[in-house]
């Protein structure tokens, strides 16, 4: 079968053959890829050469965003049966740490973790790919256009999730008692921040929509943009960040609400990162999302910055990668963010390709937001 990754020790992106995976354990699926997507982490690996492959190998499929249809099951299998519409979680527990052990391998402790299509283990630009039952989750049949958007959501559900969590532990300032975190209109008088209008930060707006935030979006492309228009279509306001400090940015959010309650950055603008933690307001959540991979070196005032952190109780966490919970909260999700916003998700869809079309995939062009190869349409 056809796949598209890294080889070893040759840069770019190739095609290569392998043999069809089959099942050999009684707890495998083997699954039929339809859609993949590609994301920033795949730009990246091309553009800079990030590889990581198993021992023993010398290539590896990339690709960890999917939607498949079960091809055939082990005799163990009970949760899903051939047909059945489903998506792969990415990571794979490192068996040893706390986190891993209790299904949120997202939270591993030693590191030791392997991520199919990143590190070390074989990804879905390819057409078929067996694993166990524990790590597949099963796809309602009406979503089938839209579940490639799975795992890319499930990022943002867990960022949003660190929110929720950790700002239980204030009433979050607000006089009306049905505007708190738990609510499903949680984000009524609160305001956020979202850094980057990519793939993440479009769909960290649309949950922080649905939850009614008032939400701004700062990136550095102009107003006339698809991104943009995808954001002003879910009630957001955006934010040209070429023409704004950070600290003129948080101003801006500012003026409505006089506090700027969330920060999620999902741009890895490192600076603009680090800088807009001298902005927050008091009590509020900065979630990073955002992997620079370039090194830079800028100068802070740290006294200022820890004293700042201190005395308004601010948090600054980051979040990576999802577990299964978050794989389905973003299904649930899914179709909600589809008829609040018209179609949303499928205009992010800028790129269709084939898995032949590798050399064309990786080819960076300014209004790309989302490609998805077909794999088998
Ligand atoms: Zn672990
Ligand atoms: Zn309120």
């Avoid at 339809?34 to 690996?45: I, L, R, S």
């Avoid at 492959?53 to 999917?66: D, F, K, L, Q, S």
């Avoid at 902005?279 to 992997?291: A, D, E, L, P």
């Amino acid at each position: 079968m056809l796949a598209i990754g890294m080889l070893r020790g040759k840069a770019g992106v190739h095609t290569f053959e392998l043999p069809k995976p089959e099942i050999k354990q009684p707890d495998e699926v083997l699954v039929r890829v339809k859609e993949a997507g590609v994301d920033g982490t795949d730009f990246n690996m091309v553009r800079h050469n990030l590889q990581d492959i198993a021992e023993g190998r010398n290539e590896i499929v990339m690709g960890h965003e999917m939607v498949g249809v079960i091809e055939a099951v082990g005799s163990d299998v009970k949760s899903v049966a051939p047909g059945d519409m489903v998506v792969f979680t990415v990571r794979r527990g490192c068996g040893i740490c706390q986190p891993c052990l209790h299904n949120q391998s997202d939270m591993c402790m030693t590191g030791l973790y392997t991520e199919r299509g990143i590190h070390k283990q074989d990804g879905f630009f390819t057409e078929f790919v067996v694993d166990q039952e524990q790590y597949v989750v099963k796809v309602p049949g009406d979503l089938a256009n839209l579940a490639v958007f799975t795992e890319p959501l499930s990022i943002a559900e867990k960022g949003i999730e660190q929110i929720s969590v950790i700002q239980s532990r204030l009433p979050w300032a607000c006089e009306h008692p049905d505007h708190t975190y738990t609510s499903p209109d949680w984000g009524k008088c609160k305001t956020a921040l979202v850094l980057g209008a990519g793939p993440l930060g479009i769909l960290a707006t649309a949950l922080l929509r649905l939850a009614e935030v008032h939400t701004y979006v700062a990136d550095i492309v102009p107003e006339d943009s698809h991104k943009v228009h995808l954001v002003k279509h879910m009630g957001a306001n955006y934010i040209d960040a070429r023409s704004k400090t950070p600290k003129e940015i948080v101003e801006f959010c500012c003026s409505a609400t006089a506090n700027l309650d969330i920060v999620f950055e999902a741009s890895g603008a490192a600076a603009t990162a680090v800088e807009l933690i001298s902005h927050m307001s008091r009590s509020s959540i900065y979630v990073m999302t955002g992997i620079p991979r370039e090194e830079l070196v800028i100068q802070v005032d740290a006294a200022q910055l820890v004293r700042q952190i201190v005395r308004n109780n601010q948090v600054v966490v980051g979040s990576v990668n999802s577990n299964r919970s978050h794989f389905e909260m973003a299904l649930k999700d899914i179709p909600a963010i589809n008829s609040r916003f018209g179609g949303m998700l499928e205009e992010m869809i800028t790129h269709r390709f084939k898995l032949e079309d590798y050399e064309r995939i990786f080819v960076p062009t300014d209004q790309n937001i989302k490609t998805v190869i077909e794999v088998e349409p």
